[in-house]
């Protein structure tokens, strides 16, 4: 998993409240268990028509959003299924940042664990930071400080400590389980002199 540390990039301001995880990214992409290759599917219903053309006002085909690395997006962000083809959608595409008031508790949980940062601020202040993405303005997100930093203005925002170490260190579940590697190696010689029976090959 690719570390996080700062990012500067103009928003994507997606202003719809309780977009789901089949809006995010449908049905039929999931047939993957790749990470890559599901930004093409990332908002599919709203980027494209019935007949898989581009919809040219939507957000994300627009110069400079279809760029963007931060999205902010309407309460209750991520809602509906668990799928966890959502945020690899989201990464893909190359948004590594979702800024909301409030997000569903999986997705939020699946964010971190796949490199995606989710804030959670007040609604009036992702409403002020929708105004520079309207202007097309840069806004910076630093993890550090845990800032986001706007105009002449530094937004604080709340995260869980240990999300926080294994998003700066890039940590996924796959990689936590590989730092006690040694300890496993330990336990499993334990148990091969303690209760050697157990590995006993009838």
């Known amino acids: 998993m690719k570390k996080?540390?700062?990012?500067?990039?103009?928003?994507?301001?997606?202003?719809?409240?309780?977009?789901?995880?089949?809006?995010?990214?449908?049905?039929q992409f999931l047939k993957t268990i790749k990470r890559t290759g599901l930004g093409k599917g990332l908002f599919y219903e709203m980027r494209f028509n019935e007949k898989g053309e581009i919809v040219k006002d939507f957000i994300l085909n627009t110069e400079p959003y279809c760029n963007s690395k931060i999205l902010i997006a309407g309460k209750n962000f991520g809602c509906g299924s668990s799928r966890e083809h959502a945020p690899w959608a989201l990464l893909d595409f190359g948004i590594s940042c979702v800024i909301s008031s409030s997000f569903a508790d999986i997705f939020y949980n699946n964010c971190f664990k796949n490199g995606i940062l989710p804030i959670k601020i007040q609604?009036?202040?992702?409403?002020?930071?929708?105004?520079?993405?309207k202007r097309k303005e840069e806004i910076e997100v630093e993890l550090e400080k845990q800032e986001i930093k706007f105009g002449n203005k530094i937004q604080k925002f709340e995260v869980d400590q240990f999300k926080k170490k294994c998003l700066q260190e890039g940590l996924d579940d796959i990689a936590l389980s590989m730092e006690k590697v040694n300890l496993i190696d330990k336990f499993e010689d334990r148990i091969k002199e303690s209760r050697p029976w157990l590995l006993k090959n009838d």
């Open 4 to 27: 996080f540390s700062k990012i500067k990039s103009i928003p994507a301001y997606v202003s719809l409240q309780n977009i789901d995880t089949d809006m995010i990214v449908p049905k």
């Open 123 to 133: 609604e009036a202040i992702v409403l002020e930071l929708a105004e520079y993405s």
